[in-house]
């Protein structure tokens, strides 16, 4: 009983997340969010070492190419809880400096 | 006026006489210039002459040089021309052409690529000695994972884990010395509903700590698993919300999951504590039909802060727990809790470990209460900034385990090794493991593995 309570409040905080990306959204797009106020604005190359290095060696963007980079870092922004907004940073980075 | 011409005529006569002196006395000066001076202008006129004819001779030199750069001058004309005339051919001819082939098609750039197929994945091989036996290579694993990204927010994945392991020298003869097994150690669906939340549904990997889904070969410093991590499942088929949200403006994160499975049942039917099987509550039900052992799933959930101070420099702290019935009466509970840290101090120095607990109950012992804990540290000598061949590539490492079964077993142990980077994914394990252990057949060992994450 008690662990389906649990479980019941844990889905309803959930549930109110996934209920608001469109406050998320306008908050970004008025350039209001806790992210684009940050006074160093983290770099994607900075977050890919702050990210990819907490559980293994860097690999090298060349490795990849861009499509293969889009998949990994979905398959990563999913594993390793990376928000969307970063992961997208991530991933500019990589297809930036990816193999051909 | 008569005295006035009278003057005249004498004057008159005068000029004449002296004209008549004058143009006597003329050959008598020339006939006065000496036979040196003439010589003189003799050898002048002569070299003049020289000069003359020399002039002469370098003009007819420059007159052939200058026809010979006039013929080079139109040679190069005519060549022009010529070039002119093929470049003129080869634009009308691709002129031609393009109007009667077809367009070459433009290749799309890969990154726009709506779906995408791709295997990752690490594969091992691992040579072991434990003390009183023979050492041997005693397993091969191959654990490819498969990825199918379709669009922007759908993604498929799973992996395997084929393996080729020996069998226990105790076993009995009739058995193969090795065997090969298969293992879906998972396959979910994810769906990213927003940037902040995760729907994720099939055989998960269970969020219980972070070692499950950190424990392939390449990713763990150890070639073994901690002791704890055998209380807790690693997978479970059900589904989850997950995701992360910003902290402030620090770049801190709050990852959070929560999801519901099957959970543990009985591997005989019955709640006798030795029966607990973690591996999940699918199989075959005494009718002979496949399904849930039980109706009843658990649930679970993960909450953890990670605090990023720079790059290779952080901070994650977790709580996790799941808890739900796992006998097929229904009448005993498992709950598991986990509470995990990881720290990063640079990029050489890291240190990670978990608290593992879990409670159960039985028909025959009451409640069972499992724990451990866990606790690693790595160091890249690369830190050190010494000189000697190699040393940059390798990683200190040493771990310490300790667990109570709750049914009066316990182990201890102590674990040295490195981790020898060939390359970024090619890495050569090793660790010697000092056991303490209630259990007679658990000794000291040397492991070494290769592992390679591609």
């Not at chain 2, 003359?52 to 006039?70: A, P």
Request: net charge negative.
């Amino acid at each position: 009983m008690q662990t389906t309570m649990v479980a019941a409040l844990g889905a309803l905080l959930l549930g109110v997340i996934a209920l608001t990306p469109g406050c998320a959204d306008q908050a970004a797009a008025t350039g209001t969010s806790a992210t684009a106020s940050t006074r160093h604005q983290l770099t994607g190359a900075e977050l890919y070492s702050i990210h990819c290095n907490r559980c293994h060696p860097e690999r090298y963007p060349t490795e990849r190419t861009a499509a293969q980079w889009k998949t990994i870092t979905l398959h990563m922004q999913v594993r390793a809880n990376i928000p969307g907004n970063q992961a997208r940073m991530i991933l500019k980075y990589l297809q930036d400096n990816s193999g051909r | 006026m008569k005295k006035h011409m009278k003057t005249s005529r004498w004057m008159t006569g005068l000029v004449a006489v002296g004209c008549a002196a004058g143009m006597g006395a003329a050959p008598r000066a020339a006939a006065e210039v000496s036979q040196a001076d003439f010589d003189s202008l003799k050898d002048l006129v002569l070299k003049l002459s020289d000069q003359v004819q020399s002039l002469r001779q370098t003009n007819q030199l420059e007159q052939q040089l200058h026809e010979q750069d006039v013929q080079q001058i139109q040679q190069l004309q005519a060549k022009l021309a010529e070039t002119s005339r093929t470049a003129t051919d080869a634009q009308q001819k691709a002129v031609a052409a393009s109007q009667t082939a077809p367009m070459p098609r433009v290749p799309i750039d890969e990154a726009t690529v709506n779906h995408n197929f791709q295997i990752l994945g690490d594969a091992e091989v691992q040579y072991a000695k434990t003390s009183g036996q023979n050492g041997s290579f005693v397993m091969a694993d191959f654990a490819p994972i498969f990825l199918y990204r379709g669009g922007d927010n759908v993604l498929f994945e799973s992996g395997f884990d084929f393996i080729l392991q020996n069998n226990p020298q105790n076993s009995n003869p009739a058995t193969p010395g090795a065997t090969t097994t298969v293992n879906l150690s998972f396959a979910q669906l994810d769906y990213v509903i927003n940037d902040y939340l995760t729907l994720c549904a099939g055989n998960l990997l269970l969020p219980l700590g972070t070692y499950s889904e950190r424990s392939a070969g390449w990713l763990n410093k150890f070639p073994d698993s901690p002791l704890a991590r055998g209380f807790v499942p690693g997978n479970g088929v059900g589904a989850e919300l997950r995701g992360a949200a910003p902290l402030g403006e620090s770049g801190a994160l709050l990852n959070y999951a929560v999801y519901g499975v099957n959970g543990p049942s009985s591997s005989d039917n019955t709640g006798q504590a030795g029966s607990l099987d973690l591996g999940g509550n699918v199989g075959l039900r005494s009718d002979n039909v496949v399904a849930n052992l039980h109706g009843n799933p658990t649930g679970g959930g993960r909450v953890a802060v990670f605090v990023p101070f720079k790059p290779h420099y952080d901070l994650e702290l977790g709580l996790s727990a799941q808890s739900g019935e796992w006998d097929n009466a229904g009448q005993h509970l498992w709950t598991a809790g986990v509470a995990d840290a990881t720290l990063h101090l640079g990029p050489n120095l890291e240190a990670k470990g978990e608290y593992i607990v879990s409670r159960y109950g039985s028909d025959d012992l009451g409640n069972v209460t499992q724990q451990g804990w866990w606790a690693q540290v790595g160091y890249k000598l690369a830190g050190l900034n010494l000189e000697f061949p190699g040393i940059n590539n390798l990683e200190l490492v040493g771990r310490y385990d300790s667990v109570r079964d709750g049914m009066g077993g316990s182990t201890q142990r102590t674990s040295f090794g490195g981790v020898y980077y060939i390359s970024n994914a090619l890495l050569f394990e090793g660790a010697y493991e000092f056991l303490h252990s209630t259990d007679p057949t658990q000794a000291d060992q040397i492991i070494l593995q290769l592992s390679y994450g591609f």
